[in-house]
């Protein structure tokens, strides 16, 4: 089973972008009330590569939802046939238009990739889909495997699951059993820790040979208990409600490696000059014909990605959480001291913290299971220089154990700046000093994707 584009596409091409992305800046321009006064004034015809996008303003969430209908382009798209939208956790949902001759292009694209790859030859993959409405109708994109789609939405639906990957089927030309599952995040663990509470041990009972988790970050600790349970491959990709395409983890790279009908830019903090290395914000852009209703062009999602081009010329891709989540130096502003994930990888491995419930009840004996520690950050400025406090909710009240709480606190720490070098190096020369506290049950809110983690 593939995760993302046909294999013969996975080293993605600067010619593939660069014949597309002219026509792609223009028609947007020319369809598009809302980009038509973006650019206005701008030559558009010099726009002959990726490197040329440099030349033009970025967009974000707010300045979409702002634009509305004025952002889709009508001009050959077709009908409306589709809408999607992001999740709206934290405000409104940002609604995106699917037309009905970009979905056939997408369908004829990958159906003419599938018949000439040779990695669908033998038999098709059985795929058990753990699907979700969060983001509306998907877009359909033809692969080469055989779905069997569940929606986690109460018990009898896992235990549908359970009986979907029980089974030996008799379809002629594929698999007996299913052999991978795709999924949410949270999905895939309540499903194998609901599987453990029953006493099924997956990795005996079932013959799945791949998990490729969607949605959120996967934790270390999260990625090797799937992994070790199922005795299986983990594939992951990253994507977004809002544009199509994405990218895929590549093993041997230890990277993530961009679709070639999408261009990412990975921007500085300083003066959001395009990066060829180093860490920085992600700009998306979707190339026509495969987004034509609602171009995105220089989308900024809000997440940081490290960049770097190897010897074989493939440009790799290292995810580092949200800008929301990240911590800039209070002294110096561009300077990020720890990106949105260290804190998170810091608290995760213990089980005394508090973490965010499933939100369906299904009948787990820890509904918290596949949550988040429940954490949040704040910057004391001193005249030393600043203080990092970070504040974690606990599932006790961890002054009934004293010596443990400080073990614990000294966890975290030694934790959190070994994942922030820059930050770990102002504290040894006294400019910094971090702080971990705890508090009880119930004192704090779950950390959503655009909610900021440090406070001042």
């Given amino acids: 089973m593939r995760s993302g584009p046909p294999a013969s596409l996975l080293s993605p091409s600067v010619e593939f972008r660069n014949r ?8 947007a321009a020319r369809e598009s009330e809302f980009y038509g006064e ?3 004034g701008l030559d558009l015809t010099v726009v002959e590569t990726v490197e040329d996008l440099r030349n033009l303003p970025t967009v974000d969430k707010a300045k979409m939802v702002a634009a509305g209908k004025a952002a889709l382009c009508s001009d050959g ?12 956790t934290t405000g409104v949902p940002f609604w995106l238009y699917r037309s009905q001759n970009e979905q056939a292009f997408i369908r004829e694209f990958f159906e003419e990739w599938n018949s000439r790859d040779v990695a669908v030859e033998g ?4 795929v058990l ?4 409405d969060r983001h509306g109708v998907p877009t359909g994109v033809p692969s080469d495997v055989f779905p069997f789609a569940c929606r986690l939405m109460d018990r009898p639906s896992v235990e549908k699951a359970i009986a979907i990957l029980s089974t030996e089927f008799d379809i002629p030309g594929a698999e007996r ?3 991978a599952i795709t999924g949410s995040h949270d999905d895939l663990v309540v499903l194998t820790t609901y599987m453990l509470e029953k006493g099924i041990s997956p990795a005996s009972a079932f013959q799945v040979r791949r998990l490729s988790p969607i949605g959120r970050y996967m934790t270390r600790r999260f990625h090797a208990f799937l992994a070790s349970t199922w005795n299986c491959r983990i594939t992951q990709r990253y994507s977004l409600a809002e544009i199509f395409g994405g990218a895929s983890w590549i093993d041997d790279l230890k990277a993530y490696v961009f679709d070639p009908y999408l261009v990412p830019e990975v921007l500085s903090f300083s003066d959001s000059a395009p990066l060829t290395a180093g860490v920085g914000r992600l700009h998306l852009t979707g190339l026509r014909p495969f987004s034509v209703m609602q171009p995105l062009i220089r989308y900024r999602p809000g997440d940081l990605f490290e960049v770097a081009t190897g010897e074989d010329g493939v440009t790799r891709h290292r995810f580092l959480g949200r800008e929301a989540h990240a911590l800039f130096n209070p002294r110096a502003k561009h300077q990020m001291l720890a990106n949105g994930l ?16 499933y939100a369906i009840d299904i009948g787990l004996d820890d509904p918290t299971c596949a949550g988040w520690p429940r954490s949040r950050g704040r910057i004391e400025m001193s005249e030393q220089g600043f203080i990092c406090a970070i504040q974690v909710e606990t599932r006790c009240d961890m002054r009934l154990f004293p010596e443990r709480a400080e073990r614990l606190r000294h966890e975290v720490i030694v934790a959190f700046l070994d994942a922030a070098p820059a930050l770990e190096k102002l504290v040894a020369e006294g400019q910094a000093r971090i702080e971990v506290t705890f508090s009880g049950p119930g004192t704090l809110a ?10 001042w």
Wanted: proline fraction near 8%; aromatic fraction near 6%.
């Fill in 177 to 179: 059993r299913v052999s």
């Fill in 129 to 132: 889909q753990l699907v979700s």
């Fill in 20 to 27: 597309l992305i002219g026509e792609t800046v223009r028609a």
């Fill in 446 to 455: 779950p950390l959503e994707r655009t909610s900021e983690y440090w406070r």
């Fill in 77 to 88: 798209a077709g009908p409306i046939v589709a809408i999607q939208n992001t999740s709206g």
């Fill in 38 to 40: 973006l650019y206005r």
């Fill in 342 to 357: 260290a804190a998170l990888e810091a608290l995760d491995p213990h089980p005394e913290f508090n973490r965010d419930a």
């Fill in 123 to 126: 038999l098709t993959p059985l």
